[in-house]
């Protein structure tokens, strides 16, 4: 028999970013909170100091914070028909565990999508026609708008003191900035970063080509800052330890450092450690969420009754809990029906390295997780699609996030892969050499989803989750249209040589990527294609909520942590707004 | 995974070798094992090109005590390894090879702890050993285990193509050939795809170059050197915009505490 514990208000599922919010903001609206977090406590102090925390093979190779895949993984494979079998390693992506979640280990790029990409079907259908795209590119509109999240992009910018160049102010383009980007009602609360090298040759290249650089949008301060929940970020040192790190200098916007101290001072918040949610619980006749389910440290099954749950796990462990807790309708791909899974999608990546072979010092080392130049003239919304056959687009920025050298020490095309050669080559392109990063969208197709594996399973004995992907069609044009334009700029910018990692291969699980999963517990405004609703609320019982890039219906050229965190503050809006009063479905079904 | 050796000689002979590749096999410095590695016969039969006098030799003769036991490997199965990383990453005029570098130390260390007992893997079955390269690693062994099998296989296989020869008397090009033929899955392993084993050893090759010297490999910070990298090292915040900037800061480990950061005092 389960323990029970004592009832609360509100149950949250993780103890990541987007629990944090909430467990900070309900709390403070007089509710009681319970955040479940299956890994452990973890502090700025002392876990993640130097030089301990600089440690490439700890937490870079072995992923030292990261999910363990002995506890739970996942299964993959590219197709329906194909074999799943399990991720038995990390690779292509990253959840992180422990408190904080992936928000410890990010490395801060903090972007904002286009307006046109929460109303892209509309959007496609408008502007090029409804035969435009091939039936089976899924894309779907949000449920709301870019001027409804707009209040709350800008509010999660000034939580993580966000810096940056305004490109568009109140309608007003401004230099120096992103022109491409939707209005925004005030600027960057902070400035930003210090331009490095590798983005002053890739900025000056790109705009004698007559595109539009600008410094990425960085949660990595550039200052010190107070956010507006008192809680203070310090100067950024660009150590070149970012991602997969947790950040020692108290600089990198995590839970830790601005959210979850102003949540903990509150009595109405527990963040309870070493709990792994199984389930959520709910009634069959109600259809309302009753609690959830959790192991806890001792190795019990433990039920924490609560009326209101919502889920803050990673993005598709949202959906396999869903699934794992028989909510909603599984996605089928064979008959398309079903949501829970549906529309997984992912981010379409390439690369173009430029050397210039040891007649220019970049110090890759010197580096921080959204250290970068970037442009945006080749995202969706800044270029027209007509006769290309695709939507979508991506950035492309030179970061200069680190020089670790196990995993950075690119060489040429043509350069053996060991012996003598590659050494020497290793040696003479390490600190010569500028990468540039293409950060394509990915659209949804019917055969990309989240399931549950049939035959392998997790430590505490349930099925794991299954995911099927591979990069649909329209994301293969679009990755070349992109990635051409890239390599002009790459061109442009006086090395060597220049090598091109084009996407011209299946997906594969193995080497790293992004962690940018998206899908499978998608908002929208038909509950027979979404799973939730604009404000991420079930369709299916109007007390279990779904936080997270789950709920894109489709992912855009950008990284999703702005976008998750602005629809966090958004949803908090209407439960504290419309919900918690009167708790009931707030969209009609 | 661990197997209690006590094989300080073979250690002392690794180290040895680390004067060069070719003369690796050639030192002849036999202790009373009358283990291969020490026969000395080899460099006769299969003229390798000179040693260079390089600043390896002085790494390991620098190297500090209890650095060159090993908690995993055996004799022979260190004489591979040693023989095999100076091939994927070998000496040269101005660096260190891997061997040199500590590399048999590292990955020994590696697979004497969690991440050769299969640390953070899902090792449940059923496996697919012919699965497609997009699904990942999907063979049954932990790391060690790999290490263990696929040693044995592949010395087996070189003894059959080379008349009763191991992997360690062969000359560079030979190796080389070897090494690639498991890389290209030229050679067949009857227990394992052969590239797994070789991707395996190239990844842990590379890692322990790079790694922190704190786990073994890396010595005297060579790979560091060699590229630039200046290590545990952790601020640039008035540097990372002078453009061109030559960095000569000598680089420094996590190890020495002088890489600790002042704030964690004014910071409680």
């Avoid at chain 2, 570098?101 to 697979?111: E, F, H, K, M, S």
Wanted: contains cysteine; proline residues 7%; hydrophobic residues 40%.
């Amino acid at each position: 028999m389960a323990v029970r514990m004592p009832p609360v208000d509100v149950a949250l599922v993780g103890g990541g970013m987007t629990a944090a919010i909430l467990g900070k903001e309900l709390a403070e609206a007089g509710h009681t909170v319970v955040a479940l977090e299956r890994g452990q406590m973890r502090q700025t102090i002392p876990d993640f100091q130097s030089p301990t925390m600089h440690d490439e093979l700890k937490y870079s190779v072995r992923h030292g914070l990261m999910q363990d895949p002995r506890v739970q993984t996942l299964s993959f494979r590219n197709f329906p028909g194909q074999r799943a079998l399990p991720m038995r390693q990390l690779g292509s992506f990253l959840p992180g565990e422990g408190v904080g979640g992936a928000m410890v280990h990010w490395n801060g790029q903090t972007w904002r999508f286009q307006p046109e990409w929460f109303a892209l079907r509309s959007w496609v259908n408008d502007r090029y026609g409804r035969d435009f795209l091939a039936e089976d590119v899924t894309i779907q509109d949000w449920g709301l708008s870019y001027e409804d999240l707009e209040p709350f992009y800008d509010y999660f910018e000034r939580i993580c003191g966000t810096g940056g160049t305004a490109g568009n102010l109140r309608g007003e383009v401004q230099s120096g900035g992103n022109p491409f980007e939707g209005a925004r009602s005030a600027p960057y609360p902070n400035p930003p970063m210090k331009q490095a090298y590798s983005g002053h040759l890739f900025g000056t290249a790109a705009a004698e080509l007559g595109h539009h650089p600008f410094p990425v949008p960085s949660s990595n301060s550039t200052r010190h800052y107070t956010n507006p929940y008192g809680l203070e970020l310090k100067p950024c040192m660009y150590c070149g330890f970012c991602e997969t790190y947790g950040c020692e200098h108290f600089a990198k916007a995590s839970a830790q450092v601005a959210i979850l101290p102003a949540a903990l001072a509150n009595k109405n918040f527990e963040l309870r450690t070493r709990s792994y949610v199984l389930r959520v619980e709910w009634d069959r006749g109600a259809n309302v969420a009753t609690g959830v389910t959790y192991v806890d440290a001792r190795g019990r099954e433990v039920f924490q009754p609560a009326a209101m749950v919502v889920l803050c796990a990673f993005a598709h462990h949202n959906a396999v809990l869903m699934l794992q807790s028989g909510i909603g309708e599984p996605y089928d791909p064979r008959t398309r029906s079903g949501t829970v899974g549906r529309n997984y999608t992912y981010q379409t990546m390439s690369g173009i390295n430029v050397f210039y072979a040891g007649s220019k010092r970049i110090n890759p080392f010197m580096g921080a997780g959204a250290l970068g130049t970037a442009i945006d003239d080749v995202n969706n919304g800044s270029f027209d699609h007509s006769g290309l056959g695709f939507v979508g687009g991506a950035y492309i920025a030179a970061y200069q996030t680190s020089g670790r050298p196990i995993n950075f020490h690119p060489v040429p095309d043509g350069t053996p892969r060991w012996g003598r050669a590659w050494k020497q080559a290793v040696a003479e392109n390490y600190n010569s050499t500028v990468s540039l990063t293409i950060h394509g969208s990915s659209v949804p197709h019917p055969n990309n989803y989240i399931g549950l594996d049939p035959s392998y399973t997790d430590a505490f004995g349930q099925p794991l989750g299954m995911v099927t992907f591979d990069f649909p069609y329209n994301d293969r044009l679009m990755s070349r249209h992109v990635t051409e334009k890239a390599w002009r700029v790459a061109q442009a910018m006086g090395g060597k040589s220049v090598s091109v990692g084009w996407l011209d291969d299946h997906y594969s699980i193995v080497p790293y990527q992004t962690t940018h999963n998206t899908g499978g517990t998608i908002m929208g405004t038909d509950p027979k294609t979404s799973v939730v609703n604009r404000y991420l609320q079930s369709w299916d019982m109007h007390n279990l909520w779904v936080m997270g890039a789950g709920v894109f219906p489709q992912n855009a050229g950008y990284n999703p942590t702005g976008t998750v965190g602005a629809l966090t503050y958004w949803a908090l809006d209407a439960m504290l707004k419309q919900y918690l009063r009167n708790p009931r479905p707030l969209v009609p079904s | 995974m661990t197997r209690p050796v006590s094989r300080r000689h073979l250690l002392k002979t690794g180290a040895a070798s680390v004067a060069g590749v070719g003369a690796a096999v050639a030192i002849g410095t036999c202790d009373e094992s009358g283990f291969p590695i020490c026969r000395g016969s080899q460099a006769a039969a299969q003229p390798a090109a000179p040693a260079p006098a390089s600043p390896a030799s002085n790494a390991a003769a620098a190297a500090p005590s209890g650095t060159g036991m090993l908690f995993f490997f055996n004799d022979p199965e260190a004489a591979f390894v040693t023989a095999a990383v100076d091939r994927l990453i070998p000496p040269d005029a101005t660096f260190a090879g891997a061997a040199a570098a500590g590399v048999l130390t590292y990955i020994d260390r590696q697979l004497a702890s969690g991440f050769g007992a299969g640390d953070r893997m899902y090792l449940d079955g059923p496996w697919l050993a012919d699965a497609p390269p997009e699904q990942g690693y999907q063979l049954r062994f932990t790391p060690a285990q790999l290490y263990q099998i696929g040693i044995e296989e592949i010395r087996a296989h070189v003894r059959a193509a080379n008349a009763g020869r191991e992997f360690w008397d062969l000359g560079e090009a030979e190796r080389d050939d070897v090494l690639s033929g498991l890389e290209t899955a030229r050679i067949v392993l009857p227990s394992l795809p052969a590239p797994v084993f070789f991707e395996t050893l190239l990844a842990n090759t590379i890692e322990g170059f790079f790694a922190d010297p704190a786990y073994g490999g890396n010595r005297d910070m060579v790979g560091w050197r060699m590229v630039g990298f200046p290590g545990a090292y952790a601020q640039y915040l008035e540097l990372v915009d002078a453009y061109d900037y030559a960095y000569r800061r000598e680089p420094i480990s996590m190890a020495n505490e002088d890489a600790r950061h002042a704030h964690l005092t004014d910071h409680p």
